[in-house]
């Protein structure tokens, strides 16, 4: 009698009763949990601690000069903007 199906994987891979054991003997094994912090992609840390999100509105003129000097200089717009900040702030 074939496995029963419990759905697929994230990866598309049929969950059945044989996958849920050779996962169950894995786990039962153990982990490097050092090697899957290794493997775990991501955005690469900015600066000395984890980047915060701060929210702006700009005007349309203004978001559209924003992305024309970014794409202009092969650049995104945050860094622009990350850019101008740090100058104005040393500026003050």
């Known amino acids: 009698m074939p496995d029963k199906n419990q759905g697929t994987a994230r990866s598309g891979k049929p969950i059945t009763d044989e996958l849920v054991e050779q996962l169950n003997q894995k786990a039962e ?5 050092d090697e ?44 622009v903007i990350r850019e101008a900040l740090r100058d104005y702030l040393r500026a003050g």
């Open 29 to 33: 094994e153990g982990f490097d949990v």
């Open 36 to 79: 899957i912090v290794r493997r775990r992609g991501g955005r690469p840390p900015m600066g000395s601690a984890a980047a915060t999100v701060e929210s702006v509105r700009l005007d349309p003129e203004l978001s559209a000069a924003l992305r024309s000097r970014a794409r202009d200089e092969g650049r995104t717009s945050s860094d």
